[in-house]
């Protein structure tokens, strides 16, 4: 399946990953290639096959609901570009 | 002291023959002198370091040391190690001190192991030559211009260059396999669900494992001793006892059957890479093995299948990095969306952009059951073609890679490097246990042979490894860059 430019900035925009249309061009042109490759995975017959999502087909194992972990707020905040009062500052959302 | 295995280094030291003071002052020396010129560490931590070897020379004076008390190691800086800059080899986590243990750095810890820092890696474990770092290249101490491999690149040159005994690495599609086969040492990407993924920093989560790389399958034993076992905190991470992997290391290989699978020798194969893989496995035989040929029919689907889950995965996985919680943030962002595309334009290296392309696209509508529900069902015949081969074979054995280590600098293009990981990738994608053994040379580059077995079936994998460094030297050869009296 060729793509386009369109389709990379289209997924440059979706991964919110800032692309200048020189850099999406060089993309399109990698990103081509490495889909010829995987195009090889179309030549296969995989009717009827479940898909593998986990190599043990585990499934998501569950726990009794209770709270394990103690607050530790302050903790993790030490490593955020910027919070005031136990909050993160991110740029105003709403005027 | 720097040439010892880890399982000489902890008799040496039950014996009283030196300190881990002493150890541990000796190979921060060397990694100050050396590692200027290759470039394996990004952090090296002397005082935390000093501090675990006074403990552990304490613990072992009061008669309560262990079998890893004292014993030097590093980790990839793919670990959250606490209160210790865990980077990634990004940008984006540059500033990053975590604040947390992954739970394998835990567990060593408290077996009384030294760290001595952080290794050098490819950006976010996506690579195959530690040169995406950005922190710099690493180079292979057996030649100064050949890449070491990667993604555990600066692990695997600390080993192989004596600067720490054992390291931590991550394979998420061969990371610790191949970068041990071109630096001559031992690693062991165990099953997957056997070590606890909790604080490691993700990629692909159905495939990342971590795993030991030391000098040899002894050495590896022991560590997995230590690394394995159920997590509460990691919910992939199987409730299953854990042997003592060093228990069944003697047993002998009569009537071991081996399987040589016919798509792991074809084209493509550096002929000194055959050789090598091809004389380890005569050696196999003098030692009671039989060799027969088998077939995994979809080996050449699995670098495709591979490169649409990994992708799909780590697009979701680096979603969390945002400039709001941790990490880097660009400077004066003019709202929320501005505020997320700079932070990850700037904080992100090329092939970590490639990927992130790749796996979003793959999973957008119109394209996801094309891609990724295709590259799902692939990876089941892919399991299933291993699942086959071991009701013929005990184990199945081939060279970890292609070729020998690339030079540096060699700027292959991405899919030229990624068809490189085809004998290592399969593995992931069955969850299957592998190891690489030094095997031999290609001029002055080592050779690794790789041994694949069934799930949950280390202790055997790690004695069939184990029997062959009994019957070789290869793992004993030591790079110049090494011998380097300083």
């Not at chain 2, 394998?104 to 290794?119: D, R």
């Not at chain 2, 474990?125 to 290249?137: C, F, I, Y």
């Not at chain 2, 080592?446 to 004695?463: C, D, K, M, W, Y």
Request: one cysteine or more; proline letters at 6%; aromatic letters at 6%.
């Amino acid at each position: 399946m060729a793509l386009e430019h369109a389709d990379v900035q289209r997924a440059a925009h979706l991964a919110r990953l800032g692309l200048t249309d020189n850099e999406a061009a060089g993309y399109v042109d990698d990103l081509g290639r490495i889909l010829e490759m995987v195009d090889k995975l179309q030549s296969l017959n995989t009717e009827g096959i479940a898909p593998l999502a986990h190599p043990l087909d585990a499934t998501q194992r569950l726990r009794a609901d209770e709270v394990t972990e103690k607050d530790q707020r302050d903790h993790f905040q030490h490593c955020a570009p910027a919070v005031a009062d136990g909050l993160y500052l991110v740029p105003r959302v709403v005027e | 002291m720097h040439d010892k295995t880890l399982t000489e280094l902890a008799r040496s030291l039950a014996a009283g023959e030196f300190s881990s003071r002493e150890l541990t002052q000796h190979l921060l020396g060397r990694t100050e002198r050396l590692d200027a010129t290759l470039n394996s560490f990004i952090t090296t931590t002397p005082e935390q370091a000093l501090a675990s070897a006074d403990a552990a020379d304490t613990a072992r004076s009061k008669g309560e040391a262990g079998p890893l008390s004292g014993l030097p190691l590093a980790y990839k800086d793919l670990l959250c190690t606490q209160g210790v800059r865990t980077t990634a080899g990004s940008r984006m986590l540059d500033n990053f001190i975590a604040p947390y243990n992954a739970t394998v750095v835990e567990k060593l810890a408290e077996s009384g192991t030294v760290s001595l820092g952080k290794t050098n890696l490819d950006e976010f474990a996506m690579g195959s030559t530690s040169e995406t770092s950005h922190s710099g290249p690493t180079k292979n101490p057996w030649d100064l211009t050949a890449v070491p491999g990667g993604s555990s690149g600066g692990s695997a040159a600390a080993v192989a260059a004596g600067l720490v005994p054992a390291a931590i690495g991550t394979d998420t599609g061969g990371s610790i396999r191949q970068p041990a086969a071109f630096c001559g040492i031992t690693g062991l990407k165990p099953t997957y669900g056997r070590v606890s993924r909790y604080g490691i920093i993700a990629y692909a989560s159905s495939l990342d494992q971590a795993g030991p790389m030391a000098r040899t399958a002894e050495d590896c034993a022991l560590l997995l001793s230590a690394m394995a076992g159920h997590d509460p905190r990691d919910s992939t991470c199987v409730a299953r006892g854990v042997p003592d992997y060093c228990a069944e290391l003697d047993a002998p290989l009569n009537g071991l059957k081996i399987g040589l699978p016919r798509e792991y020798f074809g084209a493509g194969l550096d002929p000194r890479v055959e050789a090598a893989v091809r004389e380890a496995i005569s050696v196999y035989e003098s030692l009671g093995a039989s060799v027969h040929e088998v077939s995994l029919p979809h080996t050449h689907y699995a670098v495709p299948a591979y490169y649409v889950i990994a992708p799909a995965e780590a697009s979701s996985n680096l979603s969390r990095y945002d400039g709001v919680r941790f990490g880097y943030r660009c400077d004066n962002p003019t709202d929320l969306i501005d505020l997320y595309k700079r932070t990850r334009a700037e904080g992100f290296g090329t092939e970590v952009k490639r990927r992130l392309l790749m796996g979003t696209h793959t999973l957008s509508e119109g394209f996801f059951d094309a891609y990724y529900k295709k590259a799902q069902q692939v990876r089941r015949l892919i399991r299933q073609d291993f699942l086959d081969a071991f009701e013929e074979v005990d184990v199945l054995m081939g060279p970890t890679t292609p070729t020998p280590a690339f030079d540096l600098g060699a700027n292959m293009d991405p899919v030229s490097l990624y068809l490189q990981e085809v004998y290592t990738i399969p593995a992931n994608l069955a969850g299957i246990p592998g190891i690489s053994v030094p095997a031999g040379m290609a001029g002055k580059r080592p050779v690794g042979l790789q041994i694949l077995s069934s799930h949950f079936t280390e202790a055997r994998l790690l004695n069939i490894a184990h029997q062959f460094q009994q019957a070789t030297d290869w793992h004993r050869q030591r790079p110049a860059f090494a011998e380097e009296t300083l």
